[in-house]
């Protein structure tokens, strides 16, 4: 019966998809309040900003990492290009590592038009010599060192892995109201994390990563593209929101060459067995959704074991939980074949439409769950039933669609309200709609957000553009706390 009930638990969690919450860190007095944090003081409005095309910010890493003592050595530099319409006396950086006690050490913060800086909490408010225009750069260099924390996550290390994500310090975007987005992170009465706090605009990286001891049997996973170095390997992803990686001695790797994209399995040696189901789940959600949402922007995509109990998308890769393989018992009717899907349709909505993941978490969490239904109806439309009952139904699914991950307090809440209530708002739409009319609005919300930062209002719109007939506002209103 104890064996049972732990099972139930697990599936439980599992069930949770992407952004489960993961145990709290000590938090430290200078992160508690939230919002965004305007710069100070405010930019002046000036002409529109004359930029390139596809010209964007900038970073650049060598690392030195130190798999055995989950270490790291760190020169990081951002050439960052302000593409606002506002002239910029100061920037703001956010250092998530920060979030961890004893964690990151800053050894050099410099910039030729950096004239001072200050520090609270995760942020860190940088004073210019001059402003920097629209469309302007300006370098800084950031050298640190990181003592991965041991916790299981994203960001942190266990006996099988390392995964580096949210690890380094980025330039929020800005909103039209000239106010930096960044948040701070939630931690429910559970001792959890809800949701993610973390908003990041397109930009280009580049690391090259030495390794400070010779380990043969050491993968690295990530969604950038990798190139041998005489003394190293060099990282190379353009057009993404994050650089993450996720490394160890323990993976086996299979891939999947499926219409032009090499699709790459990291998992546990023992799970060797379930890489072929992983990766043509894995196709046959690449195909759906470049089919129903666009084209899909890299030429790769890595799904990684995880070694906890949540998932996680990145930039052309994902984390999912190791049990989810563990529990695969060659049926559809399994997280596998549910969360597979949900994780993949972040890498149009989360990874090419951005969104406010703290203030809107529903423009990619509600999207994505529904991204399974859709996957059932296509590949296994005799268990669409069994996916709502098992996904939806099984669990609380009541509250404001809209919710912040503040107004949702808990993560219990979060799920309910977001993700699962989220799915329901979907499907009401996609009935109203009717079906194609439903589909071209998801591909034309991705065409017109390409990139970008979208919002309530860009989504309602274009939804109500693909059906006028159709009062698309009062289906929302029945949903969304006004």
């Not at 993404?240 to 998992?267: C, M, T, V």
């Not at 909505?349 to 969104?355: H, I, T």
């Not at 439903?438 to 017109?448: D, G, I, P, Q």
Request: hydrophobic share 40%.
């Amino acid at each position: 019966m104890k064996r049972f009930i732990l099972a139930f638990i697990v599936i439980s969690l599992l069930l949770s998809s992407c952004k489960r919450a993961e145990p709290a860190p000590e938090l430290t007095p200078e992160i508690l309040s939230t919002g965004p944090l305007a710069p100070s003081p405010a930019p002046t409005d000036t002409p529109e900003p004359t930029i390139a095309p596809e010209e964007f910010t900038r970073y650049n890493f060598e690392m030195t990492l130190d798999y055995s003592r989950h270490t790291a050595a760190v020169v990081q530099r951002i050439e960052y290009l302000n593409k606002s319409n506002f002239s910029l006396p100061s920037l703001l950086i956010v250092i998530p590592a920060r979030f961890f006690p004893n964690v990151y050490q800053q050894t050099e913060l410099s910039g030729d038009s950096v004239a001072s800086f200050s520090e609270d909490g995760i942020r860190t408010t940088i004073q210019l010599i001059q402003p920097l225009q629209p469309g302007e750069r300006t370098a800084l260099r950031l050298s640190f060192n990181l003592a991965v924390p041991q916790r299981e996550g994203s960001f942190g290390w266990t006996q099988r892995q390392l995964n580096l994500s949210n690890w380094y310090p980025y330039i929020p975007p800005l909103t039209t109201e000239q106010t930096w987005i960044s948040h701070e992170p939630l931690i429910d009465s559970n001792n959890l994390v809800v949701g993610e706090y973390i908003v990041n605009e397109i930009a280009d990286f580049q690391l090259t990563l030495r390794l400070a001891e010779n380990l043969p049997n050491l993968l690295v996973a990530s969604g950038a593209s990798a190139e041998a170095i005489p003394d190293g390997m060099r990282y190379s992803l353009k057009k993404a929101r994050g650089l993450s990686f996720s490394i160890s001695n323990q993976f086996y790797q299979e891939q999947l060459e499926h219409n032009g994209i090499l699709i790459q399995a990291y998992i546990f040696q023992y799970q060797k067995d379930k890489a072929q189901a992983m990766l043509q789940i894995a196709g046959q959600a690449m195909d759906l959704f470049t089919e129903i949402y666009g084209p899909y922007h890299y030429d790769q995509i890595s799904l990684v074991s995880a070694d906890f109990l949540h998932n996680m998308e990145m930039d052309g890769m994902v984390l999912l939980s190791s049990k989810i393989l563990d529990f695969y018992d060659n049926t559809a009717e399994n997280n596998l074949t549910i969360l597979v899907p949900h994780e993949l349709s972040h890498q149009w909505f989360y990874s090419q439409v951005g969104n406010d993941q703290a203030m809107e978490p529903w423009l990619d969490e509600a999207l994505a769950t529904y991204s399974e239904y859709l996957f059932y109806e296509r590949y296994h439309p005799e268990l669409t039933v069994w996916w709502w009952d098992n996904r939806v139904h099984a669990h609380p699914h009541s509250g404001d669609v809209n919710n912040s991950i503040y107004e949702a307090g808990t993560y219990e809440n979060y799920r309910a309200s977001v993700y699962l209530n989220g799915a329901i708002l979907l499907h009401d739409l996609h009935i109203s709609m009717a079906d194609q009319a439903f589909l071209t609005a998801l591909r034309t919300y991705v065409e017109e957000n390409y990139l970008k930062i979208a919002t309530e209002a860009d989504f309602v719109d274009v939804f109500q553009a693909a059906s006028p007939d159709v009062d698309i506002k009062a289906i929302f209103a029945r949903y969304f706390e006004e």
